[in-house]
C-alpha cells in the first residue's frame, strides 16, 4: 500500500508540473522516474524508487526542486526506507555567475537519524558552458542539523551508556560540482560530487548517472548513488550505495 501511495504521489506531481508547463513552456521543465525489482525464491524482496524534479528557468532567477523516496521490503519486512528533498534558487547577475540559497531534508529510517537537514548561502559558476558538456561548480556555508535517534555505546566490557535521542547544530561549509554531457543523440552522462563539511561529521554525495531516450519524453536511466558519513551514530555504516534502474519522463 505504501508502494502504491509514493508512486500515486510522484505521478501526481508530475502532472501538476505538466499542467504548470503548458502556462509557459519555455520556463517550466521536469522529469519523472520510477523504478521497481521483485525478486522470489529463497528470499523475497521489492524495491520502489521514485524521484521527482521541476525547474523553473526565468532567469536571472532559477528554481529547481527534488524530491526521491525508495522504499524495500525482504520477507515482508521492511529493510530500507528513505526519503529526501532539496530546493535550491539560484539568481544570476551575470552569463556564467550567480548567487544561490539551498535546502535540504532527509530521513532514513535506518541511519540512526530522525532526519538531517541542511541550509545554505554561495556562489556558483558555470565552469564549462557547451551544447553538449555543461559543468557548474558550487561553494557557500550554512547550517546542518541533525537529529540523532537515542541509541547504546559500550564505554567498558561492563558500563554501557545510553544516549537519548538529540539535535545537533554546526556551522556548514558546502562545495559541489555538477557535470552533464550529451555524447549522442539522446543519450546522457550525468555526474555530481557534493560535500557538506562541519567540524564533527563530514558528508559527501557521489552520484552518476547514464540516461538514454526509448521512445519520445521517456528514457531509461541506470543510477549510482554513494553517501560515505565520517561520523555516525555507533553500529551503522559510514558508506550507503544505491544502484537503480528506471523509467524517465521530460516534460
Wanted: glycine share 8%; no cysteine.
Amino acid at each position: 500500500m505504501k508502494y502504491v501511495k509514493l508512486a500515486a504521489a510522484i505521478l501526481a506531481a508530475s502532472t501538476l508540473g505538466a499542467q504548470a508547463a503548458e502556462g509557459d513552456a519555455s520556463a517550466w521543465s521536469g522529469e519523472s522516474e520510477l523504478g521497481y525489482v521483485r525478486k522470489a525464491g529463497n528470499t523475497d524482496s521489492e524495491t520502489l524508487t521514485a524521484r521527482q524534479k521541476l525547474v523553473f528557468d526565468a532567469k536571472p532567477w532559477k528554481n529547481i526542486i527534488t524530491l526521491s523516496a525508495t522504499n524495500t521490503s525482504s520477507d515482508g519486512i521492511r529493510s530500507g526506507e528513505k526519503y529526501y528533498a532539496t530546493e535550491q534558487l539560484d539568481y544570476f547577475f551575470s552569463e556564467r555567475n550567480y548567487g544561490f540559497g539551498r535546502a535540504t531534508w532527509e530521513k532514513d529510517r535506518f541511519s540512526g537519524y530522525d532526519y538531517q537537514a541542511t541550509w545554505v548561502l554561495g556562489l556558483g559558476r558555470a565552469l564549462v558552458q557547451m551544447d553538449s558538456l555543461k559543468m557548474n561548480g558550487e561553494i557557500g556555508a550554512g547550517q546542518s542539523q541533525d537529529r540523532i535517534e537515542e541509541y547504546t555505546t559500550e564505554l567498558s566490557p561492563s558500563v554501557t551508556l545510553i544516549v537519548p535521542e538529540h539535535t545537533v547544530k554546526e556551522a556548514m561549509l558546502y562545495l559541489s560540482q555538477d557535470l552533464t554531457w550529451s555524447f549522442s543523440e539522446g543519450a546522457e552522462l550525468g555526474q555530481k560530487l557534493s560535500v557538506e563539511h562541519t567540524d564533527v561529521n563530514t558528508i559527501s554525495r557521489f552520484e552518476v548517472y547514464v540516461q538514454s531516450a526509448l521512445v519520445g519524453n521517456l528514457a531509461m536511466k541506470v543510477g549510482y548513488l554513494m553517501k560515505f558519513s565520517t561520523d555516525v551514530p555507533d553500529g551503522l555504516n559510514r558508506k550507503d550505495e544505491e544502484m537503480a534502474v528506471t523509467l524517465t519522463y521530460r516534460f
